[in-house]
């Protein structure tokens, strides 16, 4: 059932993200509006027991309104609209380095040092743009690497199982999914999708509880955590070593 589950919340984040990047407009005032909309029902549903989800709710919100925006006015061509979105993409992670920091023990560390490896690696914020040589207006950030991607994806996913648990490790799965087949196509393209298919799983999420994962049997195995938090650090200790052997070679280019 699981995997059912899993599955359909691949096709319906591919399909949503897909939509939402075709119609700008259209995706600027569903954010503004449905979730603000939801938001009563969700605190009736869920309560105000767990800091943390609720952070990320917001948090996905606001960077989806500020795309939106950014998308159909002249304010992502500024310098300023870089910043923002370097800034809430590194919030984003950071959240999850700090649950994982709270939560203590070693494989929640060597994932929380994973994740400060992420921001330490990431593009120049003067690659952020907004394609408007398309009729979609793309947020772009050239130069994204599909090694990063691979390494963002390992990250969060060992970040769910050691936080939440197997069950919601084989959903979030699904999620991590949709925006990495994005960046197969397109990797320039992947922190729109990743920021509009973690949006969108989170409403109907949100909305529709029974669908999420029962926390009554969530397990997390101890051998386990420890060997695939040891592979998220491992492969982003590695991409930082090769990203900075790519930053010493161009900056020695420059000199001559």
Request: charged share 15%.
């Amino acid at each position: 059932m699981n995997f059912i589950v899993a599955m359909g919340v691949f096709l319906v984040l591919l399909v949503s993200q897909e939509l939402f990047r075709r119609y700008p407009k259209f995706t600027l005032y569903f954010w503004l509006a449905v979730p603000f909309i939801l938001y009563t029902c969700w605190l009736l549903l869920w309560g105000e027991s767990d800091w943390f989800p609720w952070m990320k709710v917001f948090s996905i919100e606001v960077g989806i309104i500020v795309l939106s925006i950014y998308r159909n006015t002249s304010l992502g061509k500024h310098k300023f609209g870089q910043w923002v979105i370097y800034g809430l993409l590194a919030t984003n992670i950071f959240e999850a380095v700090f649950r994982d920091v709270i939560s203590g023990g070693a494989p929640n560390y060597l994932n929380a040092v994973a994740g400060v490896l992420l921001v330490l690696t990431l593009e120049k914020i003067s690659s952020i743009h907004i394609d408007s040589k398309t009729k979609h207006k793309d947020l772009s950030w050239r130069g994204m690497t599909l090694q990063w991607i691979a390494g963002y994806t390992i990250w969060n996913w060992v970040f769910v199982y050691l936080n939440f648990g197997v069950e919601s490790a084989i959903q979030h799965f699904a999620v991590l999914a949709a925006a990495f087949v994005v960046a197969l196509i397109d990797r320039e393209r992947w922190l729109q999708a990743r920021v509009l298919t973690l949006g969108t799983y989170f409403i109907i999420f949100h909305t529709v509880p029974h669908l999420n994962p029962d926390k009554i049997g969530q397990t997390v195995n101890s051998q386990f955590s420890f060997y695939a938090a040891l592979v998220s650090f491992v492969f982003m200790f590695a991409y930082a070593i090769s990203y900075s052997k790519r930053q010493a070679l161009a900056a020695d280019r420059k000199k001559h």
